[in-house]
């Protein structure tokens, strides 16, 4: 199947050398900052310029933050879609990710209860994630228990309800 | 959950040596003395004996233990970003691209510090400034390597400090 209508799911290697960089660049901003400072204390005359450098290395560690939080994302993704998908796949990925978003779920519980949707047993996917398997009951519970479902099946039979009304869910 | 002992007696010296007399060398002793340049001779001997070591040493030191790869390193950040908490015996897949970029920073500090001292090229600005900024290198790497030894141990459960001292790792799945 190499039809152009599949998805990549690489992680851009160009956006974590642009991390790299910017985390480069804040340090030598930051301690910039602060020899400014320790230098001139608070002088009318260089207070703008230290003010402006100051804002620029928040930003930077703002833009840091988001780059990361994105590339935690997409390598979550990656984990359950390996290789390319199709749209359809893609689409149905996206609602039930969805669902995990309404939920709150932690990107441990995203895991287990994406494993749990294909059908995975405690055990196996106990093995998968390198936890015990008490470990992956307590957060089995903590599923249930934001979802507002009681069994796996439950589980399922909301998002394939969702699938079939064709709009994700919002709670 | 068992003990392994993953490092040997020769690593955990070679650590805690390299700690010592980088600490020494960067934060501590003059820059333009004798003693400055002697425990930077024992530094490059130091990591000379560890890529030996790397060849003929016991399993987890081998380097063929800990190949650098990327894609190894995706999974390892895969398992961090889906909080899966797969272990690794030996170095994780990020903790040896850690170790080679030490490893060559240190060599290169020391061959931009040998440099300085010969005729050639005493006295010259760029191999000064090559010297300051590899070192810069070296520090900064140095707080991400402690950042990520306490992050990994806290995600792993495992004191991974310990280890380095008494040489066992604690807390590995069966």
């Keep these: ?171 | 959950m068992k003990r392994v002992r993953v490092w040997d007696l020769f690593v955990r010296l070679f650590h805690w040596s390299l700690v010592l007399l980088f600490a020494a060398n960067a934060l501590i002793v003059e820059e333009d003395s004798r003693t400055h340049e002697w425990i930077g001779y024992a530094v490059v001997g130091l990591i000379v004996a560890r890529i030996g070591w790397g060849f003929v040493g016991t399993r987890y030191a081998r380097f063929a233990s800990f190949r650098p790869s990327v894609s190894a390193a995706m999974e390892q950040m895969t398992d961090i970003a889906a909080g899966r908490t797969r272990a690794h015996v030996g170095h994780t897949p990020l903790g040896a691209w850690m170790i080679y970029n030490l490893l060559a920073t240190m060599l290169l500090i020391g061959l931009s510090g040998y440099l300085m001292t010969t005729d050639m090229f005493w006295g010259t600005a760029w191999t000064e400034e090559l010297h300051e900024i590899l070192v810069s290198w070296a520090e900064l790497s140095i707080v991400a390597h402690i950042a990520a030894v306490i992050f990994e141990s806290r995600r792993l459960h495992t004191n991974l400090p310990r280890a380095m001292v008494t040489g066992y790792k604690d807390n590995l799945p069966d």
């Design chain 1, 1 to 171: 199947m190499t039809s152009p209508l599949q998805v990549s799911s690489r992680t851009p290697a160009g956006l974590l050398i642009l991390i790299f960089v910017q985390v480069i660049c804040t340090i030598f901003f930051a301690t910039d900052v602060v020899t400014d400072f320790a230098e001139s204390g608070l002088p009318s005359s260089g207070r703008y310029h230290l003010i402006v450098e100051a804002v620029a290395t928040l930003s930077l560690c703002a833009a840091i933050a988001l780059e990361v939080r994105y590339i935690l994302n997409l390598l979550r993704r990656k984990a359950h879609l390996e290789k390319s998908a199709s749209i359809a796949t893609m689409a149905v990925f996206d609602i039930i990710e969805s669902h995990f978003d309404a939920w709150q779920l932690t990107p441990s519980e995203r895991d287990i209860a994406m494993f749990l949707v294909k059908g995975f047993t405690i055990p196996e996917i106990a093995a998968m994630r390198g936890n015990a398997e008490g470990t992956i009951k307590s957060h089995l519970n903590a599923i249930y228990r934001k979802s507002g479902t009681h069994s796996r099946g439950d589980l399922l039979s909301g998002i394939i309800d969702s699938l079939m009304a064709e709009r994700p869910a919002r709670t």
